[in-house]
C-alpha cells in the first residue's frame, strides 16, 4: 500500500507501460517508508475523447503522453508527499521522458480499517502489519 491506478491515453507499449509502473514503484519505496513487496498497480487506458485533463489555467502545455496518477493510502506527512510529487517528476523525466506538465498526482486518503490484504482481515488493525 498504497495503492496507485495510472490513468494514460491508449496506444503506449508494454515495455513503456513497464518502465513507467517500474519508475513510479521506485520514486513510491524512496518517499515513503513502505516494503518493496508493497506494489499495488494498476493501469487505465482511455481513448483520446474519455480522457480529457486540462492545466487548471496554470498555462502547461499538456501532450498526448499525459498521465494521471491516482494515491489511494494512509495519511502520509505533507513532506513525504512533497518528496513523491518532486521525485516522480524528476524520474519521469529521466527514465521515460515525461514532461513535468505532462503529470498530474492526486491522493486519496483513508484509515487502517479500509484495508484488508487477504483471508477477510483488517492487517493494519490487527498488528499483522
Not at 1 to 21: A, C, D, F, Q
Not at 47 to 68: K, M, P, Q, V
Not at 76 to 88: S, V
Not at 97 to 113: A, K, Q, W
Amino acid at each position: 500500500m498504497p495503492l496507485l491506478k495510472l490513468h494514460i491515453r491508449k496506444g503506449r507499449g508494454r515495455e513503456e507501460v513497464s518502465t513507467l509502473l517500474d519508475t513510479i514503484h521506485t520514486v513510491m519505496l524512496d518517499s515513503f517508508e513502505v516494503p518493496s513487496r508493497d506494489r499495488y498497480q494498476i493501469v487505465f487506458e482511455h481513448e483520446d475523447s474519455h480522457f480529457i485533463a486540462l492545466d487548471t489555467g496554470l498555462g502547461y502545455n499538456r501532450t498526448e503522453r499525459f498521465l494521471l496518477l491516482e494515491v489511494v493510502s494512509r495519511p502520509r506527512p505533507r513532506r513525504e508527499k512533497l518528496a513523491f510529487y518532486d521525485g516522480l517528476s524528476r524520474a519521469l523525466w529521466a527514465n521515460c521522458g515525461i514532461s513535468t506538465s505532462d503529470l498530474m498526482v492526486s491522493f486519496s486518503e483513508n484509515r487502517d480499517e479500509d484495508w484488508s490484504f487477504g483471508q477477510g482481515v483488517a492487517q493494519f488493525v490487527t498488528g499483522d502489519l
